[in-house]
């Protein structure tokens, strides 16, 4: 489950947006359209389902499907945050916040082993996935109607990830913890019509085999794909709604060079998800 308070934020965050539309219906609540770079920020609320989660920590480890056996079955709040700067025209600067905090309970069928701890089968248990990430990416824009976005780019992320399995009792328990930089190719497309709406696409993608393409000491091999389409309306020059669908996944195989004692830090973890989302663009 992802956190009361967090989900009250953003219903409260989109409550705000909504209701400062009609006020906004004369001109840009964020710019004065003189200047050569221009700000809009952009939010997304709705919900998350797991596709499927395949995990393994440790070489002699189980591989754990979270969605048969770990509680990912249901669906999930979810949310994106993101804020954009326009220069020129040409050039964008993109900053997006993506929380993804999916904590699950279950009753293990079978034994689990994690990083060499045996989880028994019957064994009632928490699961938490949590893998926030921040990236910050840049395009150069080729439309030619400064209406229209044809951007074409790099990002780089960082992901912040948490996983731990533990059973209730509080007697067995595995974490591991991750910080880690991620660079990505990144593409956006929009259109729009004379009617008010318009129709976009945004694809931020990255995928690597090998020692010297991963710049890891170890063989590893990592994938990253978060694409969207999305269906929006202007509802008036400051505001922005649309409808996203989105795909999130990836994952990653192979050792750690730093193992922590407690397992040979062997890794194979593959993620696939998709979401159906609210939102605003405020400019």
């Known amino acids: 489950m992802f956190h009361v308070k967090a989900q009250k934020g953003w219903i409260l965050a989109v409550a705000v947006i909504v209701s400062l539309i009609p006020a906004s219906a004369?001109?840009?609540?964020?710019?004065?359209?003189?200047?050569?770079?221009?700000?809009?920020?952009?939010?997304?609320?709705?919900?998350?389902?797991?596709?499927?989660?395949?995990?393994?920590l440790g070489?002699?480890?189980?591989?754990?499907?979270?969605?048969a056996d770990g509680g990912q079955a249901n669906l999930y709040f979810f949310n994106r945050l993101t804020a954009e700067m326009h220069l020129s025209n040409r050039h964008e600067l993109v900053f997006l916040?993506?929380?993804?905090?999916?904590?699950t309970e279950d009753l293990l069928s079978a034994d689990l082993v994690v990083d060499s701890l045996l989880f028994p089968a019957e064994t009632p248990m928490e699961f938490r996935y949590g893998f926030d990430f921040y990236r910050l990416s840049y395009m150069y824009d080729f439309a030619k109607d400064p209406r229209n976005e044809l951007g074409l780019g790099i990002s780089f992320q960082i992901r912040n990830a948490t996983i731990s399995f533990a059973s209730k009792d509080g007697t067995l328990f595995r974490i591991t913890q991750d910080i880690g930089p991620v660079p990505i190719i990144k593409f956006r497309w929009a259109q729009y019509f004379a009617n008010g709406s318009w129709m976009g696409a945004e694809a931020d993608g990255f995928w690597a085999d090998g020692r010297y393409v991963t710049g890891?000491?170890?063989?590893?091999?990592?994938?990253i794909?978060?694409?969207?389409?999305?269906?929006?309306?202007?509802?008036?020059p400051s505001i922005d709604g649309f409808?996203?669908?989105r795909y999130l996944g990836g994952g990653a195989r192979g050792t750690?060079?730093?193992?922590?004692?407690?397992?040979?830090g062997f890794t194979d973890n593959w993620l696939n998800t998709a979401s159906l989302t609210l939102g605003f663009y405020m400019k």
């Open 216 to 223: 890891s000491a170890n063989d590893f091999m990592g994938a």
């Open 59 to 67: 070489s002699n480890g189980t591989v754990f499907d979270y969605v």
């Open 97 to 103: 916040y993506q929380p993804l905090d999916v904590r």
């Open 256 to 264: 750690d060079e730093t193992p922590s004692e407690r397992g040979d």
């Open 26 to 56: 004369a001109g840009s609540l964020l710019n004065d359209p003189s200047n050569p770079y221009q700000f809009r920020a952009g939010l997304e609320t709705g919900f998350i389902g797991v596709i499927s989660h395949r995990i393994q």
């Open 243 to 245: 409808l996203n669908l």
């Open 225 to 236: 794909f978060d694409v969207s389409l999305r269906y929006g309306y202007s509802l008036n």
